[in-house]
């Protein structure tokens, strides 16, 4: 196949370097490089830059979309032992309630009052219930911001992703 002659450009003719830098991960960076005449128009310019850092912020979201879908993954997994955690407590405060009116009822005592340790041990469970709760708020939080983002780098990356 034979090679195409090089293109004579006329080297009089002043133009301006544009190089765009984006940093993928950790790893990873592309640097895009193209020219536009000295003369250009600001809006030219302008145009050039904009398509520049869509197409850069598109590879981007290529380079992220696995660690974003991993996240999501490891959140809603985070989420379900959190609600597993969340039942368990709950369990066990009610089993120790039905325990202590249990025992309240067998009591020969007019004014029956649970124990010292009873009443630390159901303050200690309510306390691992709020916990669990406050977790399951932030973990809900996280898993509607992780999949927006992941929404977002679908919809930069575009059809086939």
Known sequence: MPVDAPVDVPVDVPVIGVSFKQTLDEYREIVLQTHVPQNAAQEDIDRLLDKLSRSSERQKSKAHLPTLI??????????????NKLLLARGKLDSGDDRMKREAAESKRRNWQPSPKQVN??????????????ALHVLEKKI?????????????????A
């Open 121 to 134: 041990d159901r303050a200690q469970v309510q306390a691992e219930i709020a916990q669990s709760e406050g």
């Open 70 to 83: 991993g996240l999501l993954a490891d959140l809603k997994r985070g989420k379900i032992d959190e609600s």
């Open 144 to 160: 509607a911001i992780a999949e927006r983002q992941l929404q977002d780098a679908k919809g930069q990356i575009g059809a086939e």
